[in-house]
Antibody, heavy 119, light 107 residues
Framework: QVHLVESGGGVVQPGQSLRLSCAAS????????FHWVRQTPAKGLEWVAL????????YYADSVKGRFTISRDNSKNTLYLHMSSLSAEDTAVYYC????????????WGQGTLVTVSS | DIQMTQSPSSLSASVGDRVTVTCRAS??????LHWYQQQPGKAPKLLIY???SLQTGVPPRFSGSGSGTDYTLTINSLQREDFAIYYC?????????FGGGTRVEIK
């Protein structure tokens, strides 16, 4: 059974940084692309970033480009999202999700971790 | 970026009703279209992928159709556990955009 478990959320002040983790189990981690998706009541679901199976390719939403970095450690079955220069607009529940083969739906999601940016 | 427009944003229905949700993409997405269900406090759950393929374990009362830019999610004989928010998503090109969601409420 595939499990994705996010951690690392919390309350941070504007301008600070935070790193989220997503620990995966029940799958061959290095076979899959992974994503981060965030959700707010106002904006709904917003795709944030994508990383390829070997970590060589990464893509970002314009809203986070240059501030967020997606990475993975295939030896630890863990996905990361390093977030810097955080602002109130980054306040959201952050989900990690597994992508499967074309046409690339997200078949497994973590439970989410809440990031609150507030002074 | 490809914009995904869902309608309606909310609807009220009764148990046993047939419900239809539509999703329109701002450009053709070649069936790279997926539907998710989200219950309160939970992560989204994949229902339909590639416009019309039922995800394993999802009841057959859920179905999807469409092509090009226009797609539909249909729920036949709505059950109590189906009251939730439904989202469409395109994976044709990054950013993988989502629709704004359709809240299905009990009438």
């Amino acid at each position: 059974q595939v499990h994705l478990v996010e951690s690392g959320g919390g309350v941070v002040q504007p301008g600070q940084s935070l790193r989220l983790s997503c620990a995966a189990s029940g799958l061959t981690f290095n076979y899959y692309f992974f994503h981060w998706v965030r959700q707010t009541p106002a904006k709904g679901l917003e795709w944030v970033a994508l990383i390829s199976d070997d970590g060589s390719n990464k893509y970002y939403a314009d809203s986070v480009k240059g501030r967020f970095t997606i990475s993975r450690d295939n030896s630890k079955n863990t996905l990361y999202l390093h977030m810097s220069s955080l602002s109130a607009e980054d306040t959201a529940v952050y989900y990690c999700a597994r992508e499967v083969a074309a046409p690339r739906p997200f078949d497994y999601w973590g439970q989410g971790t809440l990031v609150t940016v507030s002074s | 970026d490809i914009q995904m427009t869902q309608s309606p944003s909310s609807l009220s229905a009764s148990v046993g009703d047939r419900v239809t949700v539509t999703c329109r993409a701002s450009q053709t997405i070649n069936n790279y279209l997926h539907w998710y269900q989200q219950q309160p406090g939970k992560a989204p759950k994949l229902l339909i992928y590639a416009a019309s393929s039922l995800q394993t374990g999802v009841p057959p009362r859920f179905s999807g159709s469409g092509s090009g830019t226009d797609y539909t999610l249909t729920i036949n004989s709505l059950q109590r556990e189906d009251f939730a928010i439904y989202y469409c998503q395109q994976s044709y090109s990054t950013p993988f955009t989502f629709g704004g969601g359709t809240r299905v409420e009990i009438k």
